[in-house]
């Protein structure tokens, strides 16, 4: 079977999957999730990305940057999404959890971990243990989130986050309400925006959905 089929193949798969009855329907959606490669000739690469809409990025990622996919992605699949993190109260709060996963080592929050860009492994599991070292950390530790894993690469994590945190596993349905928010990623500059700036956690109004400062 050649690549492109692989692909429509998993894409079809992933359209199935999200389509099912989900065990819960999220409104405002704010979600930070793992890729893993299924390409035989990139076995091992990772991906971390934000979104609002799960299905529809990784059917993105999988058609590649022309198609809205990211360019670390494009022609690298087809890819799976084995996992999402939600509960996230705004899209801020979001991307900082975001960047600190791709860049642990820069991270004022993982710097007890002594990591190495030099050294870093970018595997499935390294970015699993990251993941499970930070839900157990301030700022993310006060957060509402939910772990769920959208493969069959479920597994115990590392560090079992704290117990108003569930893992579960399943599709979820993203409300369309969420859809409608509108998105400061593109109208904010980084200058304006200090998504690399973990050291703070935003909170937001649960009526109008603004920052509160």
């Known amino acids: 079977m050649s ?30 999730y793992l890729l893993n490669s299924l390409n035989p000739a990139c076995k091992g690469r990772t991906y971390i990305g934000f979104t609002v809409d799960p299905h529809r990025r990784i059917k993105q990622h999988n058609k590649g940057k022309d198609f809205g996919g990211a360019k670390k992605t494009s022609g690298k699949g087809p890819w799976e999404m084995v996992l999402i993190v939600h509960g996230f109260p705004n899209e801020i709060t979001a991307l900082r959890f975001e ?56 597994q115990v994590l590392e560090r079992m986050p704290p117990l108003h945190m569930p893992i579960t596993s399943g599709p979820i349905n993203v409300s369309k309400q969420t859809n409608t928010i509108p998105s400061k990623r593109k109208k904010t500059s980084k200058q304006t925006l200090p998504i690399n700036d973990d050291s703070r956690c935003f909170s937001s109004c649960s009526l109008c959905n603004n920052i509160i400062q």
Request: proline share 3%; aromatic share 10%; charged share 25%.
């Open 99 to 154: 960047w600190a996963w791709q860049n642990p080592e820069q991270s004022i929050r993982l710097k007890h971990l002594n990591l190495s860009k030099n050294k870093r492994k970018c595997t499935l599991q390294f970015n699993l243990n990251i993941l499970a070292e930070m839900l157990c950390i301030g700022p993310w530790a006060r957060l509402p989130l939910t772990v769920r894993w959208l493969s069959d690469k479920k």
């Open 3 to 32: 690549i492109e089929d692989t692909i429509l193949s998993i894409d079809n798969q992933l359209s199935t999957s999200f389509n099912e009855i989900a065990d819960i329907e999220v409104e405002n959606f704010f979600g930070c």
